[in-house]
C-alpha cells in the first residue's frame, strides 16, 4: 500500500484527490492538511476516523506521498516540509517562483527522493505543451490564451507560463516585438520573452489554453479545454507512480509521461 496525505483536500482538487484515492486498491489516505480548518474532530469531513486532521504540519503523519493542492502562498513551505520528512512531492498547486522550484529539486535530489511540480495533471494539456514546443521550431512568433474559472488566484496559470517557456526554449531567442506599440491599457497581455500570454478569469471556465502561432501567411492553433476536474487525477496517478520509481524531482508531468 502507498500512503498518501492530502494538502488542500477541502478544495475542488483535494476533494477530487480524495475521490481518487478512495478508489484506488494500493492507496491508502493516511492524512490531510489545511492550515485554516478548526475542527480536527476524528471523522469529520466524511473521512475515515483513522484519517490525520491536521492545522498544523507537525501533527500529520508519516507517508509515502504527499498530494497538494493547496494555495500559491504555501505550497512551497508544504513541500520543504515534505522532502525534509522523506515524503514524495506530487505538487499540482501553481505559483512557485524558479527560484523555489529549483531549491526543491535540490533538496529532493539530494536525498535521493522522488517528486513532481507540474503546472497541469491534465494529460490534453501536457500533450498540448509537447505539441507547442514541437510547433515553436518552425515559427518565431506566438501567443497564449490561457482561461480559468473565476476563483484562480494566480496569473498567468502555470500552464501558460510553462508552455512559454517551453516554446521560448526551442526557439532560443526572445521574439521580437513592435517597439512602436501603443498599450496604455495593458490590453497586449504579459510577456515572457516576447511572448504574449493573455489570461482571463471568468465563470464557467475550468481550465483552457490556447497557443496560436504566427507565420508569414499562416497560423496554426493548438486548444485544450477541461470540461470535469476528474480527468486531472489520470495524471496525479500516473505521478504517483513515477515518483515511488524514482530517487530526482522532476518538472512537468511531461517529463514522466
Do not use: C
Not at 516554446?167 to 504579459?190: K, T, V
Amino acid at each position: 500500500m502507498i500512503s498518501v496525505i492530502v494538502a488542500g483536500f477541502n478544495g475542488s482538487m483535494g476533494q477530487k484527490a480524495l475521490a481518487m484515492i478512495d478508489q484506488a486498491d494500493d492507496l491508502n489516505l493516511v492524512g490531510v492538511y489545511n492550515p485554516h480548518v478548526t475542527d480536527l474532530t476524528p471523522g469529520t469531513y466524511r473521512l475515515d476516523p483513522t484519517v490525520v486532521v491536521a492545522n498544523d504540519r507537525a501533527q500529520l503523519p508519516a507517508a509515502d506521498i504527499w498530494i497538494d493542492f493547496s494555495l500559491p502562498s504555501g505550497v512551497y513551505a508544504n513541500a520543504q516540509f515534505a522532502i525534509d520528512h522523506g515524503i514524495r512531492p506530487v505538487i499540482g498547486t501553481s505559483g512557485m517562483a524558479e527560484d523555489q522550484q529549483v531549491a526543491l529539486q535540490r533538496a529532493a535530489d539530494a536525498k535521493g527522493l522522488g517528486g513532481i511540480i507540474a503546472a497541469n495533471f491534465g494529460v490534453s494539456a501536457v500533450l498540448m505543451m509537447k505539441f507547442a514546443k514541437e510547433a515553436a521550431a518552425y515559427f518565431d512568433h506566438a501567443e497564449i490564451m490561457e482561461y480559468h474559472h473565476a476563483d484562480k488566484l494566480d496569473a498567468p496559470s502555470g500552464t501558460a507560463l510553462n508552455t512559454a517557456k517551453l516554446i521560448y526554449d526551442q526557439q532560443g531567442h526572445d521574439e521580437s516585438n513592435n517597439p512602436q506599440e501603443q498599450d496604455p491599457l495593458g490590453a497586449r497581455g504579459g510577456d515572457y520573452h516576447g511572448i504574449k500570454i493573455h489570461a482571463v478569469r471568468l465563470p464557467g471556465f475550468i481550465a483552457d489554453e490556447e497557443v496560436i502561432f504566427g507565420g508569414a501567411g499562416e497560423t496554426l492553433t493548438l486548444k485544450q479545454s477541461t470540461t470535469d476536474r476528474a480527468s486531472f487525477m489520470k495524471g496525479v496517478r500516473i505521478a504517483i507512480d513515477a515518483v515511488m520509481h524514482r530517487q530526482n524531482l522532476v518538472i512537468g508531468l511531461e517529463n514522466i509521461l
